[in-house]
C-alpha cells in the first residue's frame, strides 16, 4: 500500500491578489489638451499666413503702381537717348562722307519708305 501525502493546497485565508494592473502616474498633458494646443498654433499660423498674404499682394500693388508711373520718364530718357544717338550717327556720316559730291546726311539710302520708317522725334525745348 503506498502512503498517504500531504496535498499542497491553498492557504485558508486565500491567496493575495494579483497585480496585474500597471499604476503608472499620468505624464503629459491630455489628448484634450494637446488637440488643443495644436487648434491654437494652427490657427495663430493662418492668420499670420493671410496678414503675409495680405501685405505681399499690397507691395505688389505697390510695386505696380510704380512702375506705371515711371514708364512715361523711362520713355522719355529712352528718346532723348535714341536721339542723341541718332544724330551723332548722322553727324560721323557727314564727317565720313564728306568728300562725295551730293551726299546728304541722315537721308535714306533706300528709294522708299516701304521697309524702314525712321523714328520720329519730338523736340521740346528745356525752358519749360
Not at 499690397?58 to 535714341?82: C, F, G, Q, Y
Not at 560721323?92 to 562725295?100: C, F, G, Q, S
Amino acid at each position: 500500500m503506498a502512503s498517504q501525502g500531504v496535498q499542497d493546497s491553498p492557504p485558508a485565508e486565500g491567496f493575495s491578489e494579483v497585480r496585474y494592473r500597471r499604476y503608472l502616474p499620468k505624464r503629459g498633458p491630455s489628448g484634450l489638451a494637446l488637440f488643443a494646443g495644436i487648434t491654437a498654433v494652427c490657427t495663430y499660423g493662418f492668420y499670420k499666413l493671410a496678414q503675409g498674404n495680405l501685405e505681399k499682394r499690397e507691395l505688389k500693388r505697390e510695386n505696380l503702381w510704380a512702375r506705371i508711373h515711371l514708364v512715361p520718364l523711362l520713355t522719355a530718357e529712352s528718346d532723348r537717348d535714341m536721339y542723341r544717338r541718332t544724330q551723332a550717327a548722322i553727324q560721323r556720316e557727314a564727317e565720313i562722307m564728306k568728300d562725295v559730291e551730293g551726299w546728304k546726311a541722315g537721308e535714306s539710302v533706300y528709294n522708299n519708305t516701304k521697309y524702314f520708317v525712321p523714328p520720329n522725334y519730338i523736340i521740346v525745348p528745356e525752358d519749360n
